[in-house]
């Protein structure tokens, strides 16, 4: 996928320039604010797609009810049970995959976002804030705080959007968070920043979108 991810993460450090040289302008030249606001510009220009994928999961989940009727229902027959979950899709206008596409087409921008900031070339003090050196890991983050709020933020990210209450699911809304917290230990700080700033982000996107949808409701 290099082909693809290469130009992208190319693009990706050319902003992280230019956010870089903006806060030079405003007087406050610093690395850890370029993340921040290479982050939120990202995060606008891929909301068209948060919004497909944010509806399509409520839509899901406002069908739960009846999808776990009808397998109930068909429990000894699952050739039926597709058969009636297929029909429930339909007369509902929902496609179960319709949810995974954003996040696809989202996947080379996540993948070049962590080269660009893994491999970009620091022309000054790479510290931001309790950070040492956004360049490298564990040390320049002596307290781990960007870990765990790495793992806090995927934790509500996901708990927003879960529409599976089995037993996996919740196992998954639990391993997930501890994972990414444990990875951020290992990754430069700067992409630690990168999550935590782009999770907060998405919470805030998805607490909009799910509002939204539950004034419309209370207004019927």
Known sequence: MGWLIDPIS?????????????????????????????????KVILYPLTVKQVRSMKAMQDLSPKMKAIQEKYKDNKEKQQAEIAKLYKESGVNP???????????PFLIAIFFAIREYKYV?????????????STPSDPYYILPVLAAATTYISTKQTGTDPSQQNKMMQMFMPLFIGYITVSFPA???LYWVVSNVAQIVQ??????GKATQEGAR
């Open 10 to 42: 190319g693009i990706m450090q050319m902003g992280l320039t230019y956010c870089y040289n903006a806060t030079v302008a405003m007087g406050i030249p610093n690395y850890g604010l370029a993340i921040i606001l290479l982050t939120i510009i990202i």
């Open 97 to 107: 995959l319709a949810g995974c596409l954003p996040l696809v087409i989202q996947m």
């Open 124 to 136: 000054s003090d790479p510290s931001f804030l309790w950070i040492k050196d956004l360049s490298q």
């Open 190 to 192: 700067g992409l630690g």
């Open 206 to 211: 998805q607490w909009w979108l799910y509002r």
